[in-house]
């Protein structure tokens, strides 16, 4: 199968990369997972995990900042936030994952390849809602930068309570450039996680959720114009 660096290939001459430039094999069929199953998915593309895994989901942030996956059996666990008060509309998934060290370690040498970042989630999460968008779609992108559409690497967290704060995740920036961002923790035994010594291998992200994304490229979440920014300076969304 052929091989391609950089940007999955859908969106190569539309968005600009995060960090993380290993090559996607090309043909791989691109689909947007439901939002039950949403963490289960992206346990496997982060860790290239062959194990099978189970998504639970829960409904709260106390919930959630409570929750610590298992391994064995190997488990995510998931929480939805969403962009209205009827919980209608997700607007980010977080995931609470376990890096491709941590599954080799249970389950052995071949059971996971080698980790990647929360910022690849976000980027094949881009290029599955591209595919689902007509060509006359696309041709009207309200984003008019030099790169439409940017994906920047992760914003990284000390510990799990910095994590659970809010961030950026997505903006546009004085260029006219739509920037999307995930906000990540990794647990390598060294860093502290709600005050607690972190466990080797966890890896948790918080994404834009697809449909999310998807309203943002139609144009249906837009900010007033009067709003945007001057130059050098961002706007959330």
Known sequence: M???????????LLAGCASDSRPVVVGQKLTIPTVT???????????SARVPSTNVVVNDVQAFA???????????????????????????????LHSADKIRTAYGPTAAGESTTCARLNRRTLDAVMTTLSERQKKKLPFKGSIP?????????????????????????AGGTLRIRAKA???????????????????????????????????????PAAEFPDAGRTVSR
């Open 149 to 173: 559409i940017l994906l920047d690497p992760d914003e990284q967290s000390a510990n799990e309570t910095q994590w659970l704060e809010s961030f950026t995740m997505v903006q546009t920036d």
């Open 66 to 96: 409570a929750r610590t996956p298992s391994v064995q059996p190997l488990q995510t666990v998931q929480l939805i936030q969403y962009a209205d008060a009827q919980r209608t509309k997700p607007r980010m998934i977080s995931c609470k």
């Open 2 to 12: 052929a091989l391609i660096g950089g940007c999955l290939g859908t969106v190569a």
């Open 185 to 223: 923790l990794r647990g390598d035994g060294t860093l502290r996680v709600s005050n607690k010594p972190a466990s080797g291998g966890r890896q948790y992200c918080h994404l834009i959720a697809p449909d999310y994304l998807k309203r943002i490229l139609l144009g249906e979440v837009q900010l």
């Open 37 to 47: 199953d949403y963490c289960t998915q992206a346990q496997k593309e982060i860790a």
